[in-house]
């Protein structure tokens, strides 16, 4: 069965401060997906990257970056010089080729940026 | 396009009543799916639909129902509203191979008195 882990429940850090977010899965297929989503106070869900199983590199988007290591079965992601805008809850989630339309989600991870 | 959209917004419901929260999008994405989101929960999967006419129940299926008549419209009904099922709801839609986006609506906020 799939599972996502996220145990970082809330994380506080400080304007400009660097801030890694964990996230480690679990599933018995070969092939499967990564995701990030982002979760403003305004509700809304934002999808900010998807990763397939075949494809270790590491991910860097402007400040974001994701670190994808198979062997540790984690997927953390990582804000750096983090900003106010940045505060949000962060979910990580997973899906399986074989049920490729079932995307499961982790609890998520309320990031807080203080000026 | 106008992506996912919802309806309604925010509902009111009394325990037992019955009702069908709406969902449809416009970009022809085989994938659709339903989820609940509570409070230091997560989102938790309702049920998804890989193509029109078929189904499947996710992690909390218990309360609701589904169906996928067209590959625009995913409709998901309540048949006896209870406060457990007070949450908001997202309704989700992705293409079959993944190559574009996974698109949410904007939520609907349901509470059960």
């Known amino acids: 069965a799939q599972k996502v882990t996220q145990a970082q429940t809330e994380i506080s850090v400080v304007e400009k401060e660097d801030v890694t977010l964990d996230c480690v899965y679990e599933t018995r297929d070969t092939t499967y997906y990564l995701f990030w989503y982002k979760q403003p106070p305004s509700g809304e869900l934002v999808f900010l990257i998807r990763r397939n199983s075949f494809d270790e590199q590491n991910e860097i988007s402007g400040r974001y970056s994701w670190n994808f290591q198979k062997s540790t079965s984690s997927f953390n992601f990582t804000i750096t010089a983090s900003q106010v805008v940045d505060s949000a809850v962060y979910f990580c989630?997973?899906?399986?080729?074989?049920?490729?339309?079932?995307?499961?989600f982790g609890s998520g991870t309320r990031l807080s940026i203080r000026p | 396009n106008a992506g996912v959209t919802q309806t309604p917004k925010f509902q009111v419901l009394k325990t037992g009543q019955s009702m069908t929260l709406q969902c449809a999008q416009d970009m022809n994405h085989e994938y659709m799916s339903w989820y609940r989101q509570d409070p230091g929960m997560g989102l938790r999967l309702i049920h998804y639909?890989?193509?029109?006419?078929?189904?499947d129940q996710g992690e909390v299926p218990n309360g609701y129902n589904v169906s996928r008549s067209t590959t625009e419209d995913f409709p998901l009904r309540l048949l006896s509203a209870a406060p457990s099922q007070t949450s908001v709801y997202f309704c989700a839609s992705i293409a079959r191979d993944y190559q574009e986006t996974q698109y949410f609506g904007p939520g609907t906020r349901l509470l059960v008195l």
């Open positions: 639909s890989v193509g029109a006419g078929i189904t």
């Open positions: 989630a997973l899906s399986e080729s074989s049920s490729a339309s079932k995307i499961i």
